[in-house]
C-alpha cells in the first residue's frame, strides 16, 4: 500500500498535465466466496462458502491517468456453510450438525495502477485495506442417543480489517462510459475471500 | 584404421566447407549506410506520399510511438491527430525527428475491442478463481 501511494506521488510529480478526468463513480455485483478454515478446519473438508451475491459502489479520484485512490462500500448476500464434529454429550458420543449464515457489509479504501493512457481498455492492479463488518448467526443441531437438541448462538458482528488486492479491467463503451470486471482477493491467513466482479463506471 | 581416419579428418579440414563450396544459401545483403540524413530522407520521401485521412503509426526522437490519423503535409513535417479516446491536440512531427513511420489499416472496432477486453477480464478472473479453489478447496 505504502509503495503504491509511493507511486502515486512520484508519478503525480512527473507529470504537468493533470488527468483527462478528476473522478469516476463506478457500482459493481459479484460472486462472492469466502474461507471460514476456523470453522470448518477438521479432515480436509470444503471451508468456503461460496453462494453470496456481492453488491458495491466506489468512488475514485484520479491524481494521473495512472494512478488514482478509490474508496469503495458494498454488502454480500446471507450465504450458508454447513460443517458437523463428532463431540460428547453428558459423556455419550453424539454429532454435532452446525448451521452458519454469514453476510458481511464492508468498506474499503485502496490505491489502483490503471495500465495505459487514453486508451479504450486499461488493465489495472489496485491494493489497499479492506474492512469488514462480517454477521454470523450459528445454530446447532445435536444427534445423539438422547433426544436431540437444537441451540441457537447468538448473532454476532466481527471487524476485520485486512489487506487486499486486485486484479482487473475497464473497457470504455465511449469515451467515459466503462465496463469493468475484476477479482479481489482479501487475505489474512492466506487467501480469505474472493469476489469477482463485473459493472459499470463513469468519468467525469 | 587410426591412419585412414586421421587422413579423412586432416583431408576434411583442409578441404574448404562442404556448405561453403556450395555458395551462399541466403543472400546477406551488406549493411545499408547508417547515415542518418539519408534515412531521413527515405522516410520523408515515403511519409509525403501518404494519403491525407490515413491511419499512420510514427516513430520519433526518443523512441516515442504515436498513432493517428494523417491530416496534414507540409514540406518539413506531418500534422497527426492522435489515435485516442478522449480527443487530444494534434501532434506535429517534423522529418527531421521521425525514426520510423508505416500505414495501419483498420482492423478492429470499439465494439470488438470492448467484447474481447470482457471476455478476456472475465475468462481471467474465472480461471484464477478455479485455480485458487482447486489449489484451497477441500471435498
Redesign the interface.
Known amino acids: 500500500m505504502a509503495l503504491l501511494l509511493a507511486g502515486a506521488t512520484s508519478a503525480g510529480a512527473q507529470t504537468t498535465a493533470g488527468p ?1 478526468f478528476r473522478a469516476d463513480v463506478s457500482g459493481s455485483l459479484g460472486w462472492f ?1 469466502a ?1 471460514k478454515s476456523e470453522i470448518n478446519a477438521s479432515d ?5 462458502y461460496n453462494r453470496s451475491l456481492y453488491g458495491g459502489a466506489a468512488f475514485a479520484w484520479y491524481w494521473t491517468d495512472h494512478w488514482k485512490t478509490e474508496i469503495e462500500g458494498g454488502a454480500s448476500s446471507n450465504a450458508e456453510l454447513r460443517t458437523y464434529t463428532q463431540t460428547l454429550v453428558n459423556g455419550r458420543p453424539a454429532t454435532m450438525y452446525s448451521e452458519h449464515r454469514f453476510s458481511t457489509r464492508r468498506l474499503a479504501i485502496g490505491q489502483q495502477y490503471q495500465f495505459y493512457r ?4 486499461h488493465p489495472f492492479l489496485a491494493a489497499g485495506l479492506d474492512l469488514t463488518w462480517e454477521d454470523h448467526n450459528r445454530r446447532d443441531d445435536i444427534y445423539s442417543s438422547l433426544p436431540s437438541q437444537s441451540e441457537r448462538a447468538p448473532a454476532r458482528t466481527e471487524l476485520l480489517a485486512r489487506p487486499f488486492a486486485t ?3 475497464k ?3 465511449n ?1 467515459q462510459t466503462y ?1 469493468r ?3 479481489k482477493l482479501t487475505f489474512d491467513s ?2 480469505d475471500e ?1 469476489i ?1 466482479r ?1 459493472g459499470v463506471g463513469v468519468d467525469f | 584404421m587410426k591412419r585412414f581416419i586421421a587422413s579423412l579428418l586432416c583431408a576434411l579440414f583442409a578441404a574448404p566447407g562442404c556448405a561453403a563450396s556450395q555458395g551462399p544459401r541466403t543472400q546477406v545483403a551488406p549493411p545499408l549506410p547508417a547515415a542518418p540524413a539519408i534515412q531521413r530522407e527515405v522516410l520523408g520521401e515515403f511519409a509525403r506520399q501518404l494519403p491525407l485521412g490515413a491511419r499512420v503509426r510514427a516513430t520519433v526522437t526518443g523512441n516515442r510511438t504515436i498513432r493517428g490519423t494523417l491530416l496534414k503535409r507540409t514540406d518539413v513535417a506531418l500534422v497527426i491527430q492522435p489515435r ?3 480527443a ?1 491536440p494534434l501532434v506535429e512531427i517534423p522529418f527531421s525527428s521521425l525514426l520510423a513511420i508505416e500505414q495501419e489499416h483498420k482492423s478492429n472496432s ?1 465494439g470488438k ?2 467484447a ?3 471476455a ?3 475468462g ?3 480461471g ?2 478455479l485455480l ?2 482447486a489449489a ?4
Not at chain 1, 480436509?44 to 468456503?48: L, P, Q, S
Not at chain 1, 487514453?118 to 481498455?121: A, D, L, M, T
Not at chain 2, 484451497?136 to 471435498?139: A, E, K, N, P, R
Open positions: 483527462l466466496n474461507g480436509g473438508r470444503n471451508d468456503w487514453n486508451v479504450w481498455v486484479v482487473g479491467l473497457a470504455y463503451f469515451s465496463f470486471t475484476d477479482m492466506g487467501v474472493v469477482i463485473i | 485516442a479516446r478522449v487530444e470499439t475491442a470492448v474481447i477486453g470482457a478476456v477480464g472475465v481471467a478472473a474465472l484464477l478463481l485458487i479453489a484451497l478447496g477441500g471435498d
